[in-house]
């Protein structure tokens, strides 16, 4: 158990600070980006932002117990392709990319606080960043890409990432283990408030 709370804890500090390291330019690299299934799948994971925002909806589900547990990382995914869906055909999402950040901000703190709202609060709140984070990664898409394999790419990287999440999440049935998820919260949400300056200053 203390082997399984050191290692969650190096992984979320050395996550950290290699996301500090980078500025809000670098969130969502598209650079070279192919239009495969496996560059979809790959894009989630060149995102720090979008990469701790699904990992943290993992664990919050853990946290929540059934049936969020199940709920929120399977309608994640789904409503993230409808938001790819809109991204792709042009239509504009406001203040797109601070929903981005302040999604990071967001689960880590109801991570760390491991808040207990009733289910469908906590699907309204992930859906709402659900169609950020789609949004974006439909918006990037080359011109030339193949949409639909490159969504379905993305969407499979994403419930990998909830699986993480629920993963690390179970460790909260241990004193130890609730520690570390905490803490891991804090320091989503502070690499989330980095990214909102990020983005007010950039």
């Known amino acids: 158990m203390r082997r399984a709370t050191r290692l969650l804890l190096s992984v979320v500090a050395a996550s950290l600070a290699t996301g500090l390291g980078a ?3 670098f969130a969502h690299i598209t650079v070279d980006m192919g239009s495969g299934i496996a ?3 790959l894009h989630p994971l060149t995102g720090f932002d979008h990469l701790l925002a699904m990992v943290s909806v993992g664990i919050w589900g853990a946290e929540l117990g059934a049936p969020a547990i199940w709920v929120l990382p399977i309608a994640f995914p789904l409503i993230m ?6 991204g792709v055909i042009g239509m504009p ?8 950040a ?6 880590g703190t109801l991570v760390a606080i491991a808040a207990r709202p009733p289910i469908w609060v906590a699907l309204a709140i992930v859906s709402v960043f659900a169609v950020a984070h789609g949004h974006a990664h439909g918006a990037e898409l080359p011109r030339a890409a193949d949409a639909l394999a490159f969504t379905v790419g993305f969407v499979l990287a994403t419930g990998l990432l909830h699986l ?7 460790l909260s ?7 570390a998820i905490r803490s891991s919260g804090c320091a989503v949400a502070a690499a989330g408030c980095y990214f909102v300056y990020g983005y007010a200053w950039v």
């Open 23 to 25: 500025t809000r330019a």
């Open 39 to 41: 560059d979809g799948f």
């Open 81 to 86: 392709a409808l938001g790819g869906a809109l």
């Open 93 to 100: 999402l406001p203040a797109g990319e601070l929903l981005i």
């Open 102 to 107: 302040l999604s990071v901000v967001v689960l």
């Open 164 to 170: 993480a999440g629920i993963a690390m999440g179970l």
């Open 173 to 179: 049935r241990w004193p130890m283990g609730v520690i």
